[in-house]
């Protein structure tokens, strides 16, 4: 199906290679963070140099996404993913043979070269192929999807620790790597009609984000996707060492096994940010996309507060560690998906250039927000909450400053 020249839009992909392009880099994000604290002792370094390998991993993906969006311009959606994916088996192979903390940081790297091909080339193949009414709740079921990843991830990395070692993580996403290269190549069409010979050329390509740069609204949304995705890979890394500390004060907890616990956490956590994406796509069409992120911006706020306090206070056990957390979760399920539609809504010519920018500055913040939670870990329940302060007022002071700066004019409709 071909609409109008001034809006072209492609035959629909299936959903489901979408949702699996999404979902195989976030799951690689979580699935191995059960066993840090084995890399740690195996590989004979401390924990907090074993999270800098989710950090070279964020950094890897966000630069790469600047070069991915422009090469998807030009050559087109499909034959860059596949590229991509097979950057992500080869880092994956580099970490199943890694004997040092410095080559499992530079195996991350590699694998995030490829694992964010599919998010940043989902967003716009949806932007090439669904209507400016279905991208809404098109992108609210991809990052649905996107949600799952980091949510089955540690389960499943808990279930292997517990009878293989931590190579047996990098194995799993080796073989994943190898299904989804296969699945693009029967699955995925090509969306991207007509094709930008002139996007990798440096003055094009610099051109291009600079005008992404000049846009005050699509930086103010890529800010607060960076602040919001930090909360959620600073929560990841510091997960199993808060986990010991809660069954060190917490006889339920004590009482669990590892996977137990990780998945019960993971449940909640995952649920509260499935919850607050239904609540996004219900109301998308009732309330503005500014509206919806205010709402989750209080959400979050609201809950870190009080897991501040029992953090602090230390009260510390499964119900007040989870609870609060679950419940910022779901503030960042309502965020994302209005952010990342309000985002990408004005760029049908370079919608590749704006996914890539997008990534880049939301996993760039998330990068930082790893060396943030590594640099004040403790053993205690507060470097996680104390981060999330840090990120949380940044989003909300970013969003304060869209509204001021323009409080009658919302450029991003329904």
Request: hydrophobic content about 50%; overall charge neutral; some cysteine.
């Amino acid at each position: 199906m071909v609409a109008t020249a001034n809006n072209n839009i492609a035959q629909k992909p299936s959903l489901l290679i979408l949702i699996l392009m999404s979902a195989i880099g976030p799951f690689g994000d979580t699935e191995y963070t059960p066993a840090l604290p084995m890399i740690a002792q195996e590989l004979h370094t401390t924990y907090a140099t074993v999270e800098l390998t989710m950090t070279s991993y964020l950094l890897g993906y966000a630069i790469s996404q600047l070069f991915y969006g422009p090469l998807s311009d030009r050559f087109g959606r499909r034959p860059i993913m596949m590229i991509g994916t097979l950057f992500f088996i080869l880092g994956s192979l580099i970490c199943i043979f890694s004997h040092s903390i410095e080559i499992l940081i530079a195996g991350r790297f590699v694998q995030a070269l490829g694992a964010c091909a599919g998010n940043v080339l989902s967003p716009a193949i949806v932007r090439d192929s669904f209507t400016e009414k279905e991208r809404p709740k098109t992108y609210a079921k991809i990052m649905m999807a996107y949600a799952l990843g980091p949510v089955l991830g540690p389960i499943v990395g808990s279930v292997l620790i517990s009878y293989f070692s931590w190579h047996s993580n990098f194995i799993l996403l080796l073989i994943l790597g190898i299904l989804l290269l296969f699945c693009v190549q029967a699955m995925l069409i090509e969306t991207k009609l007509d094709r930008n010979l002139d996007a990798m050329r440096f003055k094009h390509f610099f051109n291009n984000y600079a005008s992404l740069f000049r846009d005050p609204y699509y930086l103010s949304y890529i800010l607060l996707l960076g602040t919001t995705f930090g909360v959620v890979y600073s929560c990841l890394v510091e997960s199993p060492a808060l986990i010991e500390y809660v069954r060190e004060h917490s006889t339920f907890a004590a009482n669990l096994s590892v996977p137990e616990i990780f998945t019960i956490i993971t449940l909640c956590v995952g649920g509260g940010y499935i919850s607050g994406s239904a609540i996004a796509k219900t109301n998308s069409l009732t309330y503005t996309p500014n509206q919806i992120i205010t709402s989750g911006l209080c959400v979050m706020l609201v809950a870190n507060l009080a897991l501040l306090y029992f953090a602090h206070s230390n009260i510390v056990n499964m119900t007040t560690m989870l609870t609060p957390i679950a419940i910022i979760f779901i503030g960042i399920g309502m965020i994302a998906p209005m952010a990342m539609s309000s985002a990408m809504l004005p760029f049908s010519d370079i919608s590749g250039s704006a996914a890539a920018m997008m990534g880049f500055g939301q996993m760039s913040i998330a990068s930082g927000s790893t060396v943030i939670i590594s640099l004040v870990h403790s053993k205690s329940a507060t470097p996680m909450p104390d981060t999330f302060s840090i990120l949380i007022i940044a989003g909300i002071l970013i969003h304060i400053g869209t509204i001021v700066s323009r409080p009658n004019k919302e450029r991003y409709h329904r």
